[in-house]
């Protein structure tokens, strides 16, 4: 059974930056293709940001040039670094495959004031 939990969110002023961490257990993790999600107050959860196994990023129109997504998978680890932050950007990060295949951890909260 694979587990995650995210950490690393916030609060932090429009423009500001912050790093999400992403850590798995469980076998088989390098295998997937994970994804960051993020879900605000009365609205669908959305795919934010997706990378391969080989290294090859996808991103929301809404955060391209501004999120990175990487991938440690020796510890089986993935980041957000998001930058530029923007009130919209406030919601509950979370992390997953990109096909959401394992249970969703806690997340974590990030929050942008204006």
């Known amino acids: 059974q694979v587990q995650l939990v995210e950490s690393g969110g916030g609060l932090v002023q429009a423009g500001g930056s912050l790093r999400l961490f992403c850590a798995a257990s469980?076998?088989?993790?390098?295998?997937?293709?994970p994804a960051w999600y993020r879900q605000a107050p009365g609205k669908q959860r959305e795919l934010v940001a997706v990378?391969?196994?080989?290294?090859?990023?996808v991103y929301a129109a809404s955060v391209k040039g501004r999120f990175t997504v990487a991938r440690d998978n020796g510890k089986n680890l993935v980041y957000l670094q998001m930058n530029s932050l923007k009130p919209e950007d406030t919601a509950v990060y979370y992390c997953?495959?990109?096909?959401?295949?394992?249970?969703w951890g806690q997340g974590t909260q990030v929050t942008v004031s204006s």
């Open positions: 997953n495959t990109f096909d959401a295949k394992y249970d």
């Open positions: 469980g076998r088989g993790c390098s295998n997937n293709v």
């Open positions: 990378i391969g196994r080989t290294g090859g990023t």
